[in-house]
């Protein structure tokens, strides 16, 4: 005889129970999760929240977004961005069936997140990790903005990665210049140095004169543009 499962039912007596330790009371994570949809059924949605969270405790995975959606909502007084994150992160790791909304939807959370760094540390890649999961599954007009999100985070790392090849540029053309200017000082004081018999100067009309020393002293010759040759005695 084949066993049928059927699913746990809500009973009564499990709304408003809780322990000592502050969680609910169920017979199951399924049963605190499907108290939890009742309760956001009937919009009482802080009820339904200590029976969702209960549930994500015991590893109830399909708490992890209405959760999330939750604490994502500004009109909620429990407003809490950075929890919602917590969420949204978890069902996204969680849900089995990308084409869900709650995949995608927690996608675009995270992605945005991500992107603005305001509730998340900005990570653009992280943020286009999940911009083109949220862009793969989304559904009609999500799809538009998801493709409009995705540019936005390229157009933002291509940015990044110019400023990058300029400055890595940069520090190349100041070591380039700094080699130079070594180099200079270096034959600077070369030449500064050299011994007088090697040293060349100009005088007049003169070309390429050259010194040398003898027992006389020290002589400089001159070769003059008619080719005759000029002496100058120290």
Same mark, same amino acid.
């Given at each position: 005889?084949?066993?049928?499962?059927? +699913?746990?039912?809500?009973?009564?007596?499990?709304?408003?129970? !809780?322990?000592?330790?502050? !969680?609910?009371?169920?017979?199951?994570?399924?049963?605190?999760?499907?108290?939890?949809?009742?309760?956001?059924?009937?919009?009482? *949605?802080? %009820?339904?929240?200590?029976?969702?969270? +209960?549930?994500?405790?015991?590893?109830?995975?399909? /708490?992890?977004?209405?959760?999330? $959606?939750?604490?994502?909502?500004?009109?909620?007084?429990?407003? *809490?961005? %950075?929890? @919602?994150?917590?969420?949204?992160?978890?069902?996204?790791?969680?849900?089995?069936?990308? /084409?869900?909304?709650?995949?995608?939807?927690?996608?675009?959370?995270?992605?945005?997140?991500?992107?603005?760094?305001?509730?998340?540390?900005? *990570? $653009?890649?992280? @943020? $286009?990790?999940?911009?083109?999961?949220? =862009?793969?599954?989304?559904?009609?007009?999500?799809?538009?903005?998801?493709? /409009?999100?995705?540019?936005?985070?390229?157009?933002?790392?291509?940015?990044?990665?110019?400023?990058? =090849?300029?400055?890595? @540029?940069?520090?190349?053309?100041?070591?380039?210049?700094?080699?130079?200017?070594?180099?200079?000082?270096?034959?600077?004081?070369?030449?500064?140095? +050299?011994?007088?018999?090697?040293?060349?100067?100009?005088?007049? *009309?003169?070309? !390429?004169?050259?010194?040398?020393?003898?027992?006389?002293?020290?002589?400089?010759?001159?070769?003059?543009?008619?080719?005759?040759?000029?002496?100058?005695?120290?």
């Amino acid at each position: 005889v084949p066993v049928v499962h059927k +699913a746990p039912e809500v009973e009564p007596f499990d709304y408003g129970l !809780k322990s000592s330790s502050g !969680k609910v009371l169920t017979r199951s994570a399924t049963a605190t999760y499907q108290v939890g949809q009742a309760l956001l059924k009937a919009k009482k *949605n802080e %009820e339904a929240m200590a029976y969702l969270a +209960a549930a994500a405790d015991s590893g109830e995975v399909r /708490s992890y977004y209405p959760l999330g $959606l939750y604490y994502s909502d500004n009109k909620s007084k429990n407003h *809490n961005p %950075e929890l @919602a994150a917590y969420y949204y992160h978890k069902s996204a790791d969680a849900v089995k069936d990308k /084409s869900s909304e709650e995949y995608w939807r927690s996608c675009r959370f995270l992605s945005e997140s991500f992107l603005n760094g305001d509730v998340l540390q900005k *990570n $653009l890649d992280e @943020a $286009l990790h999940y911009g083109l999961e949220y =862009q793969r599954y989304a559904i009609g007009s999500e799809k538009a903005h998801a493709t /409009s999100l995705v540019k936005e985070i390229r157009s933002q790392k291509h940015e990044i990665a110019v400023a990058e =090849q300029r400055r890595k @540029a940069e520090i190349q053309r100041q070591e380039q210049a700094r080699k130079v200017s070594t180099s200079s000082v270096q034959n600077q004081s070369r030449r500064s140095s +050299a011994p007088a018999t090697q040293r060349q100067t100009s005088e007049g *009309n003169g070309r !390429k004169p050259y010194t040398y020393t003898d027992a006389f002293g020290e002589h400089t010759v001159y070769t003059m543009e008619d080719g005759t040759a000029k002496f100058h005695n120290k």
